[in-house]
């Protein structure tokens, strides 16, 4: 498992072993992260309890393989994983979301030193792992980066700013795509390991967002930073390949998070509805609301199957991978704002406040929409990608 190109992954072999691993997560989710979502959204802190929780169940990074002390999860159960800590509390799904997305380039391409060196660290939940791909001025034009890595002996110094960047300040190494040769464009672009000790490594102010509060979101700043060349992963000038073949897989645990937040709300409003009584019976005895509930569990199931059918591409590593990940993350998080939107719908004004979570699971489902590429992007990707 894990291997990201395993032609003898069975979906459905597996599925007794992954929702045992469900019943797992959720209990854990249910009984450790859940009863602290509320305030690590409404302090914006970082949900230290919930990683402890995760790291001590070894569900912090399940993707690591088994050679570099990891569970080595195939992609299916690391989407079990982020989905059941999301139906809790988003910001902590990004927790194990977010070191896939910073290890995975040193998975694919990383030589087997630098393997050796940081995934073991990784799996141990000793640190967090980071991706920096987005500037101040290159969102969706990735490609148009001005982060520069430039060669000095047997060193590369990094000089750059890296925007939007999640678990910023808390994790300990980042993913770095940086230009190598401006002349090159995508084709100038390396990516490299760089450790928050590096001299020149510092952080901006937290971000301050519309959901996902618990998760930092800051700037890295790169000033001067000097760094082994042995540090680049894969050779020189592949690095925006490198970060484009990790999206293709990283963005199915973002379809995944999407699930998580939509499924929290759709139990929720599920429970309001049959307690909340007007006209002198529960509210979900009307026609109209059953009929909502029953729009966003279809969209949810939709999702979902799309989500594990893109799951089974990326563990076996088949080559309409890159349109199936792009079409769950994007229909998983469309469905998960018109989900989360419309539990807000049923539980009326008391749904509007703070004092119940479906506002803030809405909050949380926009963000699905946005990072690892717009949903606007995630559409021209697949029309360019077309099965």
Request: with cysteine.
């Amino acid at each position: 498992m894990g291997s990201y190109g395993n032609t003898d992954f069975d979906l459905f072999r597996t599925t007794e072993e992954h929702e045992l691993l469900r019943e797992s997560v959720r209990g854990l989710a249910e009984a450790k992260i859940a009863p602290l979502a509320a305030a690590v959204d409404e302090e914006a802190r970082f949900p230290q309890e919930a990683l402890d929780a995760l790291v001590a169940a070894d569900l912090h990074a399940i993707h690591v393989p088994e050679e570099y002390g990891g569970a080595g999860a195939d992609a299916l159960a690391t989407v079990i994983v982020i989905e059941e800590v999301a139906r809790a509390c988003a910001s902590s799904s990004l927790i194990p979301a977010v070191n896939k997305l910073g290890s995975l380039p040193l998975i694919l391409s990383g030589s087997e030193e630098l393997k050796r060196r940081y995934l073991p660290p990784l799996a141990k939940g000793d640190v967090l792992f980071s991706y920096c791909l987005s500037e101040p001025d290159a969102g969706s034009d990735a490609a148009g980066m001005k982060t520069r890595a430039v060669r000095d002996g047997d060193h590369y110094v990094l000089n750059g700013v890296k925007r939007w960047i999640t678990n910023a300040g808390h994790s300990e190494y980042y993913t770095v795509m940086a230009v190598t040769d401006p002349d090159k464009r995508s084709k100038g672009i390396s990516a490299f390991v760089v450790e928050k000790s590096d001299e020149g490594v510092s952080f901006g102010a937290p971000e301050k967002k519309l959901g996902v509060k618990g998760s930092p979101t800051r700037e890295v700043y790169l000033d001067n930073v000097r760094i082994p060349a042995d540090r680049m992963i894969g050779e020189e000038g592949t690095g925006f390949a490198i970060a484009m073949r990790t999206l293709d897989h990283t963005r199915i645990t973002i379809a995944a998070q999407a699930l998580g937040i939509a499924q929290g709300a759709l139990d929720y409003a599920k429970g309001y509805v049959a307690e909340r009584k007007q006209f002198g019976r529960p509210i979900g005895d009307f026609q109209g609301v059953q009929f909502m509930l029953a729009d966003m569990a279809m969209k949810l199931e939709a999702a979902r199957q799309l989500t594990y059918a893109a799951a089974a591409r990326s563990e076996r590593g088949d080559g309409d991978l890159t349109f199936f990940g792009a079409a769950a993350k994007c229909y998983a998080s469309d469905a998960a704002m018109e989900i989360t939107t419309d539990a807000v719908q049923l539980l009326g004004g008391y749904g509007y406040t703070r004092d119940y979570p479906v506002e803030r699971m809405m909050r949380d489902a926009k963000i699905t929409q946005i990072y690892e590429g717009t949903n606007q992007v995630q559409r021209i990707v697949m029309a360019r990608n077309l099965p």
